[in-house]
């Protein structure tokens, strides 16, 4: 698949299951902090192919319910069949700006690098917060992409982060956000912690942050001249690299 500039996209499956691959510390942190016991019922909203929701079954056992909701039929296709074994964990089709669930259906909910991508971030915490029972937990990690650091070139780096800004996601500061968006929405926020993973290999970056493809969508756009963004790619390959990404964590609770 091809965007509008023309530029082959990955398969969205095994894109997060790549981010999933390498993000293991922050998503550790991100499970610990949703306090996970058994017999609980969680929603992972935007749970993509659902390479989180196992960890989250094996802390609520049997007893619980783990609960995927996700946008895209083929998200929720591959979500289904990895876990069509699994009678605690459900996989359904839904969009988070209006939750088929009842008022206080859930006692933790989470998000991981959704909200990024939704219309309306503030519409989709109220949903959140409908659906959880008073003092229930809500845990969201999103990115910064504006604060995406690349070693090397400062003005090459800061033209690829306002091209990534701009063009390719929608809520892409979010995460700096996100106290303030809960508060609004009427939770209570406890904490908000950063997370940042460094990146010393290229070839494993690029499978995250699509060096390489959004380098060519910002010179297609005429965001970045061409010579300038083809030397930064060689120069980010032949070199010491490091990338690293800043996420943050927010943990928040709906009032009792």
Known sequence: MANALGVPSPDKAAYMDNVAAVAVDYKQQLLDLLQLEPGL??????????????AMADAVEVSGRVIGVDVD???????SERFRDHPQVEVLLGDGHALSFEEASFDRARMDRALQHVADPAAVLAELLRVLKPGGLLR??????DSLVVDG??????????????TMVRNATVGRQ??????????????VRTASPVFHDFAQADKIFAFTRNTERAIRAGAIERADGERWLAELQAGDFLAAPLMFLMSARKPL
């Open 73 to 79: 039929p083929t998200m929720v296709e591959a979500a």
């Open 140 to 145: 969201i990690g999103e990115p910064d992409w």
């Open 178 to 191: 996100l106290a303030r968006l809960a508060r609004a929405a009427g939770f209570e926020v406890d904490e």
């Open 41 to 54: 019922k969680v929603l992972d909203l935007g749970c993509g192919p659902g390479a989180d929701l196992q």
């Open 153 to 166: 070139d400062l003005e090459m780096n800061r033209a690829f982060n306002r091209f990534v800004c701009s």
